[in-house]
Structures are given as structure tokens and as C-alpha cells.
């Protein structure tokens, strides 16, 4: 009991220390400008998974493997789907025969290069639309070469394919063809990524408010620390795609546009849900071999995205 106490009593004292005001104008203006993006997604993604078969998204890839990775990545503009829903989605399409690397490459790229994404991007940096299509190229960028390396290194398949979740399936699909799967299914993803959203705007606000700005700004004028640091954080959260953006444009006058762009790509690929989810889903191996990859793949291609005049571009 005494435990309890001082927990609470350590968790007042830190509270007292915060600026409870400018705590609360920056968490709910993050969850205000989030939330129609976030019910949009969530719209979307439900109506996909009830009228759109995996069968169907199989027909629609290209046999040959060039040509196929370059679709596979763009399928997100026809077929979004948040990341939260796409490993499940990834492995029921490798089971059903289409090529692991094939249905990686969509896995990386359905959850940022899509419509949703963009417009809710945009929104959070009207004034900065290279970060926009700075997002949508290196995601795209990304999700190809992933998939070409996955392509080149693995052989076999990567999934830890269940007896009892194949038998399920069938039963799993026909329940949502009804309405009251498809609402079940809309209510849980929009619970699921609401407190996410909860969560990651609590402790960007959180950092906002304990942290001093020269802190901030002093971690985002090195190189060496902007990007780890940005890359972490966006791991950490675990936000939503259709609302990260918002959560990294409070960080806007802090960090560069690198450290920004490889918050924005890593984050709807790989953070902590995701990486427990593919655990489950995929090999051991394969899972670490696709973390590395995608680590190395954003880190440098955010960097290169500096590079790029934008300002001639735009």
C-alpha cells in the first residue's frame, strides 16, 4: 500500500512540475487537427477489407517482378489500408500465393502513399509542401528497394503459417461480408489507432513542455542525433499514418526536414505495435533482416532528400 502511495505521490509531484496549459493547448490541438484523418482512415480501411478480396488484389499484380514492385508500392493510392491493419492483410496475400516480396512492398507502402495520407500530410505542413512530396517519393523509394532486396535475399517463405489460422479464415472472410462485420470491424480499428493517437500525443505534448526548446533545437542542429533521435520517437509512439503528421509538425521548428522525412517514412513501416506484430506473423530471422534493411534504407534517404532542391522542384 505504501507502494501505491508513493507512486502516486511521485506522479503528483511530477505533474506539479509541468505547464498543465500549454500541456493541454498542444495535446488537444494534436488530437483535434488528427481526428477527421483518423475516422477518414479508418472509413476507408473497413470498406476495403469488406468489398475488396485478397483474390482480387492478387489478380491485379503483374507477373513480372520489376513491373510488380513498382505496383505493389503505388497500390496504396487505389487500396489504402493504416498500417495497423496491414501485416494481417500482407500475410493472408502470401498464403494465397502471391510472392513474399511482392506483398512486403505493398506492406511497406499501403500505410503512406495513399490519398488519406497525403492530404493529412499537406494539412499539417501547408507551408512546407516538400515534406509532403519529400513523404511520398522516399516512402515509395523505400518500399521498392526493400522489396527488391527481399527479392534477392530471401528465399522460401518467410511466414509462421498456423494450422488453425488457416482453417479460420474462411470463417473470419464470410463474417466480414456481413454489416455487422464490417461495423465491428470499423469500431475496433478506430478504438485500436484512437489510443494510439492518445498515446503519442500525450507524449509529444509531454516533450514539448518538459523539455527545453534550446534541448530540442540543440539535438536537432546534429546529425548524429537528430535523425536517431526522430527515427526512435517515431518507433516509440506508434502512431497512426493518417495522424503522425500532425504529432512531427510540433517538432517543425525544432528539427530539420531530414530528421522530419525519416520520422514520417519509419514510423507507418516500423514501430513497436508493428514489430510484435510481424513476430507473430513472420520468421525471426526474416523480421530483424527486414528492420535492418528498412533502418538503413530511411536513415540514408533522408538524408539524400535533403540534397534535393526542392524549392526548383516545387
Known amino acids: 500500500m505504501t507502494d501505491w502511495r508513493l507512486l502516486v505521490n511521485g506522479f503528483g509531484s511530477w505533474w506539479q512540475g509541468i505547464d498543465t496549459q500549454s500541456f493541454k493547448t498542444i495535446f488537444i490541438s494534436i488530437i483535434l487537427e488528427a481526428f477527421p484523418f483518423l475516422m477518414l482512415g479508418v472509413l476507408i480501411s473497413s470498406l476495403l477489407q469488406v468489398l475488396v478480396s485478397e483474390e482480387r488484389l492478387k489478380r491485379i499484380i503483374p507477373k513480372n ?11 496504396g493510392i487505389f487500396f489504402p489500408v493504416c498500417e495497423c491493419g496491414m501485416i494481417p492483410v500482407a500475410r493472408r496475400l502470401i498464403q494465397k500465393g502471391m510472392p513474399a516480396y511482392l506483398g512486403i512492398t505493398y506492406m511497406l507502402a499501403a500505410p503512406v502513399v495513399n490519398p488519406v495520407v497525403y492530404f493529412a500530410t499537406y494539412s499539417a505542413f501547408q507551408t512546407k509542401p516538400e515534406m509532403v512530396y519529400g513523404r511520398m517519393g522516399l516512402a515509395y523509394a523505400v518500399a521498392v528497394t526493400a522489396g527488391l532486396l527481399i527479392y534477392l535475399l530471401v528465399k522460401g517463405n518467410p511466414l509462421k503459417i498456423k494450422a488453425q489460422e488457416l482453417r479460420g479464415e474462411g470463417v473470419q472472410e464470410q463474417k466480414k461480408m456481413t454489416l455487422s462485420g464490417w461495423v465491428e470491424h470499423m469500431l475496433n480499428d478506430f478504438f485500436d489507432m484512437t489510443k ?3 498515446f503519442g500525443a500525450f507524449v509529444a505534448a509531454c ?15 546534429h546529425s548524429w542525433s ?14 497512426c499514418s493518417t495522424s503522425d503528421a ?10 530539420s526536414q531530414g530528421p522530419l522525412l525519416a520520422f514520417l517514412v519509419l514510423g507507418p513501416m516500423l514501430d513497436f505495435k508493428s514489430t510484435l506484430m510481424m513476430f507473430s506473423a513472420f520468421r525471426f530471422r526474416f523480421v530483424l533482416l527486414l528492420i535492418v534493411i528498412l533502418i538503413v534504407l530511411v536513415w540514408s534517404g533522408s538524408v539524400l532528400a535533403t540534397l534535393i532542391p526542392w524549392r526548383y522542384l516545387i
Do not use: C, E, K, W
Open 196 to 198: 494510439y493517437l492518445l
Open 246 to 255: 500532425f504529432v512531427a509538425a510540433s517538432f517543425n521548428g525544432s528539427f
Open 65 to 75: 517482378p520489376a513491373i510488380g514492385l513498382l505496383v505493389a508500392s503505388g497500390l
Open 207 to 221: 516533450l514539448q513542455v518538459l523539455v527545453a526548446r534550446s534541448t530540442l533545437i540543440d539535438i536537432g542542429a
Open 226 to 239: 537528430s535523425y536517431p533521435f526522430m527515427m526512435g520517437l517515431a518507433y516509440v509512439l506508434s502512431l
